[in-house]
């Protein structure tokens, strides 16, 4: 018979490794919750590392294009937006 193995949510790894911290301890937590003692003692120390972290998917190619479009964009803003500043200026000391 095989076994199959858990997968938990990152949101719960965290949850339980910060309640073997801060409120009880490891046995009493992974009693409570079905889950080995080793797991949560390694949950723990990934908790207290700051190595818990949520793993974003790579950008797929529409992103970077889409990306690339929008810093486009932006430059177009800003250069915009310093010619009116200018023109602001030249307006305003010939009085308008």
Not at 38 to 64: E, I, M, N, R, V
Request: hydrophobic share 35%; aromatic share 8%; with cysteine.
């Amino acid at each position: 018979m095989k076994k199959t193995r858990k997968k938990y949510t990152l949101g719960f790894k965290i949850l339980t490794a910060s309640m073997s911290i801060h409120s009880r301890k490891v046995l009493e937590v992974a009693r409570e919750l079905n889950i080995s003692v080793d797991t949560l003692q390694h949950w723990k120390k990934l908790y207290k590392d700051g190595k818990f972290a949520s793993k974003k998917p790579p950008a797929s190619d529409f992103d970077k294009k889409e990306l690339i479009k929008m810093h486009r964009q932006i430059k177009e803003l800003q250069t915009e937006c310093t010619i009116l500043k200018k023109a602001q200026n030249i307006f305003s000391k010939n009085g308008g």
